[in-house]
């Protein structure tokens, strides 16, 4: 059992462009959360996904970032025209249900906007 | 607002002693708390968890303490070792309007084990 996949581990995008963050969760997982976790901060929930439905995106700014779940292939984090401040690590977790009890974290894609 | 966050930002011990770390929370409808280490470079790993039905629960090295009271959290290491070095933070989740998935997280204590 591989854990929660994420990659790019480290990711370098020069302001205004896109930046996208994978996640495969865990074999048997079907719930994904994405959260982002700033310099010596705690992580924020950003959203939580289910196979080809945002069930919740309440952490997510208003524009630029989306997220998919698609029936096939991992979870993507999209950033269009990343600014300076969205330089964070972003960590993604899955889980077999809708609870987080059985939370497991990836070890993060860590972006940095030049 | 819910808030949740930890006394000290850091924490210095040497190798053998206990540590423990602290967090204060201040949301009442939070009824699960665990709390997670992060090395660096690496995702938050689950340490331990504790209900709020519960006031102590103890795992291998590790106990965590519920005071609901004064809506304090801690985390008890046992006998500290270099391994232990990271950043702890405390989470918790409020279960509000079924939302029973969603984290908040302190900003987290770096405990430093001196050998």
């Known amino acids: 059992n591989a854990g929660v996949m994420q990659n790019p581990r480290h990711l370098v995008r020069r302001r205004g462009q896109e930046a996208r963050l994978r996640c495969s969760p865990m074999?048997?997982?079907?719930?994904v959360y994405w959260y982002r976790q700033l310099p010596e901060e705690g992580l924020k929930f950003m959203v939580y996904l289910q196979k080809e439905n945002i069930i919740d995106e309440s952490g997510m700014p208003k524009e630029r970032f989306s997220a998919e779940f698609p029936k096939e292939g991992p979870s993507i984090l999209r950033i269009q025209q990343v600014v300076r401040g969205d330089s964070a690590a972003y960590f993604c977790?899955?889980?077999?249900?809708?609870?987080?009890?059985?939370?497991?974290f990836g070890s993060g894609t860590r972006l940095t906007v030049v | 607002g819910e808030n949740v966050g930890l006394h000290l930002p850091t924490l210095s011990v040497q190798e053998g002693d206990n540590s423990i770390i602290n967090c204060a929370y201040s949301?009442?409808?939070?009824?699960?708390f665990i709390w997670y280490k992060q090395e660096s470079g690496k995702g938050p790993q689950f340490i331990i968890d504790i209900r709020s039905n519960m006031d102590k629960r103890q795992g291998q090295r590790v106990t965590v303490l519920l005071n609901k009271t004064v809506k304090h959290l801690s985390l008890q290491i046992a006998a500290t070792q270099p391994g232990d070095s990271a950043v702890y933070f405390c989470?918790?989740?409020?279960?509000?309007?079924?939302?029973?998935?969603?984290?908040?997280f302190g900003k987290g204590t770096l405990l430093t084990v001196n050998p």
């Open positions: 074999k048997g997982h079907s719930h």
């Open positions: 949301n009442s409808a939070s009824d699960y």
């Open positions: 989470a918790e989740n409020a279960n509000s309007g079924g939302s029973n998935y969603k984290l908040t």
């Open positions: 977790a899955s889980s077999p249900a809708q609870d987080n009890y059985g939370y497991t």
